[in-house]
């Protein structure tokens, strides 16, 4: 695999860890979600509870490769280069981004820990963070629910954003982060 960045784009890991990322975080919302859709204390609401859990574990678990990836390559840069707002807009939408990856899986952690509950993770058992605190937990949880909300307005943001930079200015600020073509 390719890890070098060329001028034009990240390098090959860093981008295969964007969009795996962006598909894995998709699937922690969509199963939190869809959750709602089963009755409290089904089968399939339980599923999708687990599935959430084990999903934003393996967040925190990629993240860690995503920023050993971002710090092996170079920046390309953004041609035209952007205002100086815009960069710091960027920067300050990327901290949260890589805090949303980390915090909310811990967090979550922390809340079936609190819970005194278990802590699944594709077959594994966690162990506990902290000692069991009901009201901890809720604390913990109420946290947790109110970053995920903000997560989706940056997230959204995020997206818009790059859009934004690749159809009305015309910039490489999108391409940079897209897979290369296949000459």
């Not at 090959?12 to 869809?34: D, K």
């Not at 963070?129 to 997230?155: R, S």
């Not at 997206?159 to 290369?180: C, E, Q, S, V, W």
Request: hydrophobic fraction near 55%.
């Amino acid at each position: 695999m390719m890890t070098a960045s060329s001028e034009a784009r990240y390098n090959t890991l860093t981008i295969a860890m964007h969009w795996l990322m962006v598909v894995l975080i998709i699937a922690v919302y969509a199963t939190i979600n869809l959750r709602e859709l089963f009755p409290k204390g089904s089968d399939p609401r339980e599923t999708m509870k687990a599935l959430h859990f084990m999903l934003g574990l393996s967040v925190l678990l990629l993240v860690c490769v995503r920023v050993a990836a971002r710090l092996s390559g170079n920046t390309p840069a953004i041609v035209p280069a952007p205002q100086l707002w815009q960069k710091i807009a960027a920067n300050a939408a990327h901290v949260f981004l890589y805090f949303l990856m980390i915090a909310m899986p811990l967090l979550g952690w922390l809340i079936l820990s609190a819970g005194g509950k278990v802590i699944p993770f594709f077959g594994l058992q966690l162990p506990a963070l902290i000692a069991e605190n009901k009201d901890n937990a809720k604390a913990l949880k109420d946290i947790h629910e109110t970053i995920g909300e903000l997560g989706y307005y940056v997230i959204a943001i995020h997206a818009g954003a790059a859009l934004f930079h690749h159809y009305i200015k015309g910039d490489n600020t999108l391409t940079r982060m897209l897979p290369a073509r296949k000459s």
